[in-house]
């Protein structure tokens, strides 16, 4: 019996240290090699990353690894809160278990926590930018701002349904917050109301005092549209109208040095910043749901199906190689969780099912 007990456990461990046959990743010219990778026991939820740490979080536990080398450096038990985001800011760890939000410094300890009162709501983490932390109620649709320093809730403010962009100004001490029926400045230490302007926006990005916001289709023009506002005199500098099938929508805008780069339903667009002119389409017209990454001058970009991850040229759009990733399992088709890319200096960190991969430049 005991013969038999051992041979299982070899088994098990075997098991859990050996890369299923389905998610062997096929490389075709792609510019980064594999650098290491770590296999879990169970999915991964959320990925951080500061500097030299990834903090890897899963249903019950958080692990943080040596971004270099792949050592585990710490490990956790925590019951997470999947559907709230995992974040740093600066050195410390920002994560929810639903009923507290924690605040652990880089060697995993928790140096404070703020209590979230349930009130019949469920709260998400959306954003953090430098001391403040920005949450949102469910179904009652507001944003709740807290100072993690104090704990303190700052203020809120309504928002509606529908898709959430939070941005912050450090010069200006202003927060913008863009949903589907208007883009509001708040300062950032009470709430108060700036300005306010009624817009239809689906999703947004902000740069150096500018926001790029996407609008859906009209009646008069299905494609919808891409549009810059100034903030210090909100007014618009320049709209790019979408042609395209009438279906096409945008799921995200990220501002690369010159060009604003839209995720479309059929590759990704690439508009000139300063006046809205198109610059190319991508080579590739597969379905990028997230936000890319630029390293080293090559836009990095995840694709929904077939599963793989293209290497992009800045440039022009062409395809300079990619990865082969394979379909993963159907209780992982979670777009927003699984398709991710994050970049970190010179590696790209990417999860994959149970797997987390990092790679570099050859």
Known sequence: MKKILLLLLLLALVSCNTIREDLAIEHNEFPLIEHWSQQFDSRIYHVAVSGDLIVVGRNRYL??????????IWEKRFLLDTDSHLLFSGDYLIASDKSLIRIINKAGEEVSSIKLDSSGTRAQILDVHSNFIFVRRIPTWTIEVYNFNSGAMLWRVATGRGGINIAYDDSMDLVFITSTSSISAHNISDGDLLWKVINVAKISTYDTGIIYYYTNGTVDFSGGKIS??????????????????????????????????????????????????????????EFFLVKPVNINNVIYARSMSPGRIHAISPEDGRTIGFLQLGNPSITDLSQERYDVVYASEEFLIFPFENILFVYKEK
Request: glycine letters at 6%; a negative charge.
């Open 63 to 72: 692990t943080a690894l040596d971004m270099k080398t792949g050592q585990i």
């Open 228 to 285: 810059a506002i100034a903030l210090d005199e909100r007014n618009h500098i320049w709209v790019y109208r979408i042609i395209g099938p009438a279906e096409t929508s945008i799921y995200n805008l990220t501002v690369f040095d010159s060009k604003l780069i839209a995720n479309m339903d059929y590759g990704l667009l690439a508009i000139d910043k300063s006046n809205g002119s198109e610059i190319w389409r991508s080579e590739s017209r």
